[in-house]
């Protein structure tokens, strides 16, 4: 074969090469990074919608990596749990970026402890990691009703309920400390007694205590969640759109679909609910428990006193109404 036709072939070869990449470059489909929003009460129907998203997101190859945008105040612990493991499966697949939009507490942020990374803003609310339940009663037994045991019809003793209420606390505690104290950005600074504290911190706080890893918003997940997959060449989607997949539609707000979740729940159910929110199964027909709570349901800025008002003034408008007060005049009846 003469020298010039080896040298042909050689560049013919080249040429292929070159028009082969290029046309798979541009045919090819790009990878993308699925963005998907959780602006909602955790409860089973959450849940299931959630699995459904995960399971498409890791099935997909051209997925490459996914951001969770986080906001909500937390909802049932069994189904916080639930989401926390399975999105713990997706981790294991593709990167997963956690953004937290103005609130992750309790619950939520048990979800947001699954990611690789957590990005929250500045003003967000952050953490109240605990659980909370209804008061426990003791077993009573029914006047209509055959039991094989003494626990058979309330399920166990007060202190039985209040050990479980603790043992889930301790696991979701436990689950904080292990995840955030492996960080490879931020890692946890305080230990599990002040975790344990449950208190609510803004995100800068968090930041500060390792609780979150960065300060950003959606974008800035999004970016991270391109480098942590390796990907510059990329496309974004909204995940319910590019699975074709929804979560059910809310006919109520975030409010009422608590009231109604909190309405069909046992009285033993395990909260990792915003400890602002109060549980209808706390509340008592007491003066005292009824006073708190409307103190508790009252915005902040609403016990601030007027600068026309006296003290006493102040303090008649916290105290309960006693019914003595002379309706005409507002004096006390004598």
């Excluded at 109240?128 to 209509?144: K, M, V």
């Excluded at 809310?250 to 929110?277: C, F, H, N, Y």
Aim: include cysteine.
């Amino acid at each position: 074969m003469p020298k010039w036709e080896g040298i042909a072939s050689a560049i013919l070869v080249v040429l292929c090469l070159i028009v082969g990449l290029s046309l798979g470059r541009a045919w090819a489909p790009k990878p993308v990074i699925g963005v998907l929003r959780f602006e909602s009460v955790i409860d089973q129907t959450s849940a299931a919608d959630m699995q459904r998203l995960i399971d498409g997101a890791m099935a997909d190859s051209s997925i490459a990596g996914v951001v969770l945008e986080i906001y909500s105040p937390g909802g049932l612990a069994t189904s916080s749990e639930s989401i926390y493991y399975s999105l713990l499966k997706l981790r294991s697949v593709k990167p997963l970026v956690v953004v937290i939009d103005s609130m992750a507490a309790s619950g939520g942020y048990y979800m947001a402890i699954a990611g690789n990374r957590i990005f929250a803003q500045a003003s967000s609310y952050v953490g109240n990691i605990g659980t909370r339940g209804g008061r426990p009663t003791d077993p009573q037994l029914s006047p209509d009703e055959l039991s094989s045991g003494p626990y058979k019809l309330m399920g166990g003793s007060r202190f039985e309920q209040i050990h479980q209420l603790d043992l889930v606390k301790q696991a979701f505690v436990g689950n904080v400390v292990h995840q955030r104290s492996q960080a490879a950005e931020n890692p946890l600074k305080i230990d599990a007694k002040t975790v344990a504290e449950a208190r609510i911190y803004l995100g800068s706080e968090a930041l500060a205590l390792g609780l979150v890893d960065y300060e950003g918003g959606r974008s800035d997940g999004i970016t991270e969640a391109a480098k942590l997959a390796g990907v510059t060449d990329y496309g974004v989607a909204e995940l319910t759109n590019y699975l074709g997949i929804s979560f059910t539609p809310a006919l109520e707000g975030t409010e009422a679909k608590l009231k109604s979740l909190m309405a069909q729940a046992a009285p033993d159910t395990v909260w990792m609910l915003d400890s602002r929110i109060a549980l209808p199964t706390t509340i008592d027909d007491t003066a005292l428990d009824q006073q708190l709570s409307r103190l508790r349901a009252n915005r902040p800025t609403s016990l601030i006193p007027h600068p026309a008002t006296t003290l006493q003034d102040n303090l008649k408008a916290l105290m309960p109404a006693t019914g003595t007060e002379n309706h005409a005049t507002g004096d006390p009846i004598r």
